[in-house]
């Protein structure tokens, strides 16, 4: 049983994740910017009773609230061995941004670059008491290769990908191991309005939660470090 920290868990993949690891029997404690977004649900404590779930309030933008989750985590259940890093934002800034949009691009650093590295910054001494832990992140495609106008958001799953490059090579002796997964288009919130590709042939966030399911139980030397998820062809 693995004690696991989850950001981004109030929707699509964040949320299936987070039902998938209860599933596998292991303890979640969640980070959610709206814990009422989780109310009556199977990850609401409070509805289901299940002592193996932690909510506690995080906005990835702020360090403070990154510390006292784990600080909370600790106390609670002892320990930590996972953080499997769900939450990011999305916008369509471009190169040639508009004026006042400055914010936009300073947002999409803070929550995706700056969110994982703060979170997992603070959990670092615990993940290092594991001789099995495990840092996986949602990046996406865009950390890998640039397709239209999307300068903002490339830019920080790039500099994201680079992150977990840094993470892996200071955790390797630590017995941390970490995974990247990068994929294109999921049938989430965020790809509502994309109609060049039918939902049901996008990748679905149960396929996902499956597969960091599976990562969990391999043994250190079988970690993958990215995986990446192409629904359509990508040359």
Same mark, same amino acid.
């Given at each position: 049983m693995r004690t696991i920290l989850i950001s981004g868990a109030s929707r699509g993949i964040g949320r299936c994740v987070a039902e998938q690891a209860l599933k596998d029997g292991h303890r979640i404690s969640l980070g959610l910017r709206n814990i009422e977004s989780i109310k009556?649900?199977?990850l609401d404590p409070l509805y289901?009773? +299940?002592?193996?779930i932690l909510i506690n309030k995080y906005d990835a933008e702020n360090i403070e609230d990154a510390n006292e989750?784990?600080? +909370?985590t600790r106390k609670i259940f002892s320990k930590i061995d996972t953080i499997i890093h769900c939450a990011g934002i999305f916008n369509r800034t471009c190169l040639n941004f508009k004026s006042g949009e400055e914010s936009q691009i300073n947002k999409l650093w803070r929550v995706n670059v700056l969110g994982p590295w703060f979170l997992t910054r603070a959990s670092w001494k615990d993940l290092c008491k594991s001789d099995h832990a495990r840092i996986i992140?949602?990046?996406s495609m865009s950390g890998k290769r640039s397709k239209g106008k999307l300068a903002g958001y490339t830019s920080s799953k790039f500099a994201l990908m680079g992150l977990c490059q840094t993470i892996r090579n200071e955790g390797w002796s630590e017995g941390i191991r970490v995974t990247t997964i990068c994929p294109s288009w999921v049938n989430t919130d965020m790809a509502k309005? @994309? +109609?060049t590709i039918r939902k049901e042939e996008m990748t679905q966030p149960k396929d996902i939660a499956n597969i960091i399911s599976n990562i969990l139980k391999l043994p250190n030397s079988s970690v993958p470090y990215d @995986?990446?998820?192409s629904c359509n062809l990508e040359i």
């Open positions: 009556g649900s199977s289901t009773s +299940n002592k193996k989750w784990v600080k +909370n992140v949602l990046v309005s @994309i +109609n @995986i990446p998820l």
